[in-house]
């Protein structure tokens, strides 16, 4: 099955900032077609969800820990999905993961995304956030 690829983790110093993107591992597979989240976790601890964006984009959803400071949206022409994550803390040092799936806009509009079994995932991408 089709795979999704993370990029763009690193390391990062309070305050500062991280751009994530994430792309299908099948050029021919149109991301911009699906509900797409990003989901983090730290080793030993549940996997939280932190984003999501509707197929039509128009709608967002973040968690409330991330709110006002991380950023999802598609660039449509790369057929690639971005987090952009500002005024970074360091909590945020996690792995990333992005995710796929169908499902209709209102399940983001009402914020159950993260009940969502999505149909494809990426391997992760490690996000550390120390002084």
């Known amino acids: 099955q089709v795979q999704l690829v993370e990029s763009g983790g690193g390391e990062a110093r309070p305050g500062g900032s991280l751009t994530l993107s994430c792309a299908a591992s099948?050029?021919?597979?149109?991301?911009?077609?699906?509900?797409v989240a990003w989901f983090r976790q730290v080793q030993g601890k549940e996997r939280e969800g932190i984003a999501c964006?509707?197929?039509?984009?128009?709608?967002?959803d973040y968690a409330d820990s991330v709110k006002g400071r991380f950023t999802i949206s598609r660039d449509k022409a790369k057929n690639t999905v971005t987090l952009q994550m500002d005024s970074l803390i360091s909590d945020a040092t996690a792995v990333y993961y992005c995710?796929?799936?169908?499902?209709?806009?209102?399940?983001?509009?009402?914020?159950?995304?993260?009940?969502?079994?999505?149909?494809?995932w990426g391997q992760g991408t490690q996000v550390t956030v120390s002084s």
């Open positions: 995710a796929a799936g169908g499902a209709h806009s209102t399940i983001v509009r009402l914020r159950l995304w993260t009940f969502l079994d999505f149909d494809y």
């Open positions: 099948d050029s021919e597979f149109t991301l911009n077609s699906y509900t």
């Open positions: 964006t509707s197929s039509t984009s128009v709608i967002t």
